[in-house]
């Protein structure tokens, strides 16, 4: 048989509690590791440049870095 724990007045099965347990771990976990609804977004390390134009230089050089890989830029480098 089932052990039977009386609550607030009613019997309950020890198997009922233990399903209660679990199911309640299972949501806490899912709803403590969800994290925030924001979209995250993918970021590089920071660019330390030492001027405001070293800075945008660096940028359009990655973006284009991209767009070539994105392209299909397989082709080795003509330097």
Do not use: C, W
């Not at 806490?28 to 977004?41: E, I, N, P, Q």
Request: aromatic content about 6%; overall charge neutral.
């Amino acid at each position: 048989m089932v052990q039977m724990y009386t609550i607030a007045g009613r019997q309950v099965g020890s198997h009922f509690l233990a399903m209660a347990t679990l199911s309640l771990l299972g949501v806490g976990s899912y709803v403590g590791m969800g994290g925030s609804a924001a979209k995250k977004t993918q970021q590089g390390p920071p660019i330390n440049a030492g001027s405001p134009d070293e800075e945008s230089f660096i940028k359009d050089f990655l973006k284009n870095a991209e767009a070539d890989e994105k392209k299909g830029g397989n082709e080795k480098a003509a330097h």
